[in-house]
């Protein structure tokens, strides 16, 4: 892509697809409020250097909070340049109706429309079979942006093949932005000879990995031999079980795993779950390894510097970790008795910072072919946001709610009376607005629904989560 005249045409507009802006800075309880993690923090990692990668002098990112808005196609159009859509696992049964929102939203769009990144989720096997009741879905979603773009960048080698096989050729495989935070550098490297019982491990999982694949049993064995273990959770039911103990989400059946308030590990106040990439990665710093089922959990480890291995469960974390050369094993093949040690002293780490570089070109020359620039080519090399995020005050990861401090209640409890206030202000509102239609034959019904959805359910939610 030829370098371009910022003096001679106007500033590129983006939009982003992201839960929030890096430069966003929520507190806790507002973070976990708005669901800024959009479920899981790891979105936050790709999506977070998707927005450093892409602010050159000649373009202006804006986060587009998660939402997927239909009806907001002609205010997109008539107001951004290009919408870009860093996805994960976005080819998922479960994900099929978020997909053909989004894919509504596209037809609509007159833009560019740039995907980066997106994955299908099957199994280790990579066998596809479970996808075939939403191939329509993914063939129109796939459709609608290659209608917009030159090409669709993929996570790996399943998901290339998987839309190769419905029909599809302008894919690329360009893994996930997440890993070129940095650019074309990823300085991973042993700081230690190897682990012995004073170092400092993260481990991390998702519910399932403990639940089904015996994750947790490793957590148990690895707590027993390393007392300075940590456990990282993402989910925003982690997040709310350790700032609220709140039990009300379905993953609070699974007590082992260290996020539970049951778990011995969230007692000893070894459980963080962070709403920021910029803390999470700077807190792994001072690790020695990380390992465990989460991908983004490991990647995060890696931009801080430390090895990671992943514990792949299914085909979305394996072909990402084939593409970038992540250490890693498959979690259905572990040795009974697996000690992270041996994990460290395996991890080879030469492929994935040797081809680290060639990688990011890949992935830069996929932006070039979509009319997208990056900083490291076009503009500073991400020094401005480095410096802009160093002057802002993130809050530090989520920790064990096990204390009874004054300090604690007044910040918890200051935020709900907060939101109590907001519930009341709202409610005064509509009983207004009940007053006013009272007269109109349907509308008593629909305003008590719209009154019942607005107030009921998020005082619900204030007093569940604020229990002990």
Known sequence: MSPIDHQTRPTQRILLRSGKSPYDVFS???????????TNSGNLIFSDAAHKILETPGTEVVSNGIRTDVSAAERINEEYDVFVVPLANAFRPSFEGQLKRLTRLIRR???????????????????AERLKPMEESVRDFVSAVLDRSASIGVRGEFTEKYLRGLGFHDVE??????????????PVRKRVAELTAGSRIAVNGSHSAVQKQGLGKVIDRTRARYPHLTFIGQNLSDARQLHWRDLSHPNAAVTAIPTHPDHPMYREDKVR????????IDDLR???????SRI????????AGTPATVLCGDSRTLELCRYFDIPHRRIDKLPEDLDPARLYEEADLSGLTGGHAERFERFTAFLGRNGLENTFTHGDGGAAFDTRMRQLSFPAGIRPWNDADLASLT????????????????????????????TAPAAPTSVYRKARRVVARPIRRALQTGRQ
């Open 28 to 38: 806790v309880e507002e973070a976990l409020h708005q669901d800024v993690i959009a």
């Open 109 to 127: 769009l007159r833009i560019p429309v740039v995907v980066l990144g997106v994955g299908a989720q099957a199994g280790l096997s990579y066998n």
């Open 173 to 186: 495989v360009i893994g996930c932005p997440s890993l070129f935070l940095y650019g074309g550098e990823l």
């Open 273 to 280: 779950v962070y709403v920021d990439p910029v803390t999470w």
């Open 286 to 292: 001072g690790y020695d390894f990380s390992f465990g």
């Open 296 to 303: 983004h959990g490991n990647i995060a480890a890696l931009l």
């Open 411 to 438: 910040s918890r409890f200051g935020w709900m009376q907060t939101r109590l206030a907001e519930l009341s202000l709202d409610n005064d509102r509509l009983k207004r607005e009940l007053e006013r239609t009272a």
